[in-house]
């Protein structure tokens, strides 16, 4: 029997076939896992072969009018994905031509009847992180999908009219919600939201706080200038920036006094303590150092943590600091008269307490908790009784890539964001339960501040390119300038790279496609292929074993970071660690027997190892590590300091004495070859690349990077090959953050 609706909603070229009625894309008998968005873009482009299809055009198709999206940012990486799945490429396409600023045009034979707009596949409905689909949700879906995929006499007609009936449905139930939310007071999730620039200064701007009465903000920035960050206050809509702090320390995460008339911040004072800061909140009066805390790196400007909070009488300031009891981080209280301190969370070995946020009535404290070294944890809240904590804390959320958290103006609500250091999104989750909401769809956003009357959000907006590139080694003894040749090129995030055993490939980990995921690459970075499906945890810190066979990386997966083995021969993944310990940045040892990591099991950052199979983990280090590689002739491991501590570490691999090496490196600024070991030395003006030879205890540069070169501050930022031929490292090359506004009732 003749069926024009099923052959007409199949397109085949190539080795590909689109069904786009049900969203399927097929090459040969294979389902290939593509995003709904890119799914819609080859629709769109398949409709008409041959012709241009403008990036408006597809923007309209992929987000409706009154929804804000970083549609720039999401349509990029929808065709992406697109790309990568087709195997095409925007410099030779064979399928998807570019047209510069204009849009994007099929150039590939098309064969089947080409579809219409009608026969769109619908967009699927994401449950908010931590909350698990309903089975009637579940369940509706498989019986649309099942009715999408069997037509019948009348079909087109029969799905319009049910189609009409489900909007009705739909607009009567939303009208409804609509009006109950309003009688509760309570955000409505469907208004049309106006995302308004407030800063657009070059540079960072970082760390928003709007006062109490909205009219102004408090931030961060640098200018543009990359050496450190001041505090500035600037009134909303109109005005300059009012610098409050010239000093040459870094100070980040204003805070307002609930009366308006005062800042505290943090200040960098060295040696991996910072100072808290009083001072008017529009200059014009002395400061007052209140307190100081401890080993806390909160001065990484792609880290955001809203690390202080007054009191609703302000009379304290919450804060976090280190127990001393343990080493790990818990909120404390300090009053602002006396300078007396108290701790509010209890000091506990095997999780850290951060980012506190004290309600308006004073009753609650809510906060982020989290594996020990960790970025990200789970929202958390505690009942308060005076200065101190009652009655067990509440988890608010099984999301556990929690970063930030804010209160709305009435206190029935917690504002947070989620999805770690550059993809973060803003989320919305009621005291009394039920499941977080989405404050902006599809786009980004991260440290939410609300005024006191609820009409304003303030929100930081950062835009990141990240980059891999190479760099030969000198060899004879005198450094060089070359020019740095860029590999594994993307208009997203790359980094952690690192050289295959024979220097042929390179691994590293992208966001090309979303979501942290593993990518294979020539040593040139061409033909990259993307080896992980994770499809949303946070990964990073890929290694290659020494015979190349397979890599070790380490993941959120389970909800904290644990390492992991994938076999290259067929994909098949590992867990190596698996406790509820933040394990992290593994390396191989020479035979391949061992992994070494970094891990908190013992209740502060040392460095273990464990079987490459997996099994019992034994304790490398007793007088704390992080980050470490066995040396060449396998007799001793080198590493590294967590909390950004200066130096390079030795230590038998057998255990023993523990001893410096070198006074410079950090965490992420070394790598180990059958040379001696390079050392990445960051400057804001001109970095270079340092060579520590083991053998004659001298160290000297082997390569000068451009001035105003911005390295990678945080993840693996260097890689070097075996021979010590080249070097890899991490930049910045496009890091700007602006603070926006959202408008409504929060």
């Known amino acids: 029997m003749h069926h024009p609706a099923r052959e007409g909603s199949r397109i085949r070229f190539g080795s590909y076939e689109l069904d786009v009625s049900s969203g399927e894309l097929r090459k040969g008998p294979t389902r290939l896992k593509v995003p709904y968005q890119s799914i819609q873009i080859l629709a769109a482009l398949l409709e008409r072969p041959g012709e241009l299809v403008t990036r408006e055009q597809l923007r309209e198709r992929l987000w409706a009018r009154d929804t804000f999206v970083d549609s720039e940012h999401g349509l990029n990486a929808a065709m992406r994905r697109l790309r990568d799945v087709l195997s095409d490429s925007a410099d030779a396409p064979t399928f998807i031509e570019t047209l510069p600023r204009r849009g994007y045009r099929f150039i590939g034979a098309v064969e089947g009847g080409a579809p219409s707009a009608t026969t769109a596949v619908e967009p699927p409905v994401p449950s908010p992180p931590g909350v698990a689909e309903p089975a009637a949700v579940a369940a509706d879906r498989v019986t649309e ?125 060295g040696s991996n ?141 917690l504002f947070y964001d989620s999805g770690g250091r550059y993809e973060s999104r803003m989320w919305r989750v009621a005291l009394t339960g039920g499941p977080p909401q989405p404050i902006l769809a599809n786009a980004r956003g991260a440290r939410p501040s609300i005024s006191r009357d609820g009409k304003r959000l303030l929100y930081q907006l950062t835009t990141t390119d990240i980059n891999i590139w190479r760099v030969p080694a000198a060899r004879n003894g005198r450094a060089h300038d070359e020019v740095p040749i860029q590999v594994a090129a993307s208009t997203s995030i790359d980094s952690s790279p690192q050289f295959s055993p024979d220097g042929s490939r390179i691994a590293f980990v992208s966001l090309r496609s979303g979501h942290p995921e593993i990518w294979l690459a020539r040593s040139d970075g061409a033909e990259a292929v993307q080896v992980t499906t994770f499809g949303g ?111 390079i570490w030795q230590v038998p691999v057998t255990g023993g004495e523990e001893r410096q090496l070198l006074p410079i490196g950090t965490l992420s600024t070394f790598a180990v070859s059958a040379r001696g070991i390079f050392v990445l030395q960051r400057s804001a003006k001109s970095p270079t690349i340092d060579f520590f030879d083991v053998a004659t205890q001298q160290l000297a540069p082997v390569a000068y990077l451009p001035a105003g070169t911005r390295l990678a501050p945080s993840s693996p930022g260097v890689a070097v090959s075996r021979d010590g031929a080249s070097v890899l490292y991490v930049t910045y090359d496009q890091w700007n953050s602006d603070i926006h506004m959202l408008e409504g009732t929060w």
């Open 273 to 413: 303590r910072s100072a808290i800061i009083v001072m008017p909140a529009l200059g014009g009066g002395a400061e007052r150092r209140l307190t100081e805390n401890a080993n806390i790196p909160v001065f990484d400007p792609a880290l955001a943590f809203n690390w202080l909070s007054w009191t609703p009488d302000g009379r304290a300031v919450v804060f976090v600091d280190r127990a001393p009891e343990t080493g790990t981080l818990a909120i404390f209280l300090c009053s602002v008269e006396t300078g007396e301190r108290r701790a509010l969370t209890p000091a506990a070995r095997d999780y850290d307490d951060v980012s506190p946020a004290v309600s308006p009535d004073g009753r609650h404290l809510a906060f982020v908790r989290r594996t020990p070294g960790a970025i990200i944890g789970r929202l958390v809240l505690q009942e308060l009784a005076g200065r101190g904590v009652s009655a067990e804390p509440r988890l608010m959320t099984s999301d556990g890539a929690v970063s930030n958290v804010r209160w709305g103006h009435d206190g029935r609500h």
């Open 537 to 647: 945890p946070l990964l990073g810190s890929p290694r290659w074993s020494p015979q190349g066979d397979a890599i070790a990386f380490d993941s959120t997966k389970p909800g904290t970071f644990n390492v992991y083995v994938m076999r290259l021969a067929d994909g098949r993944v590992h867990a190596v660690t698996n406790d509820r310990w933040a394990n992290v940045r593994p390396s191989w040892s020479g035979d391949g027997r061992w992994i070494y990591f970094g891990s908190t099991r013992s209740g502060v950052n040392q460095v273990w190892k464990v079987a490459s199979a997996g099994g019992d983990a034994v304790q490398v280090t007793k007088n704390g590590g992080f980050e470490a590689f066995e040396s060449p002739d396998g007799r001793h491991v080198y590493y590294a300091l967590a909390n950004g501590v200066a130096g």
């Open 145 to 269: 999908a099942s009715a999408a995929r069997a037509p019948s006499a009348g079909s087109w007609s029969t799905r319009w009219q049910l189609a009409a009936m489900a909007l009705a449905l739909c607009a009567m139930l939303a009208a409804g919600l609509w009006l109950r939310r309003g009688e509760r007071g309570e955000p409505n999730p469907a208004s049309p939201l106006q995302s308004v620039p407030v800063t657009s200064f070059p540079g960072l701007e970082v760390d928003p706080a709007v006062s109490p009465d909205g009219n102004h903000v408090a931030f961060a920035a640098d200018r543009n200038r990359g050496e450190n960050l001041d505090i500035y206050v600037m009134l909303i809509g109109g005005g300059a920036p009012i610098q409050l702090t010239t000093d040459a320390a870094s100070e980040r995460a204003p805070a307002w006094s609930p009366d308006g008339r005062r800042l505290a911040f943090l200040r960098s004072i």
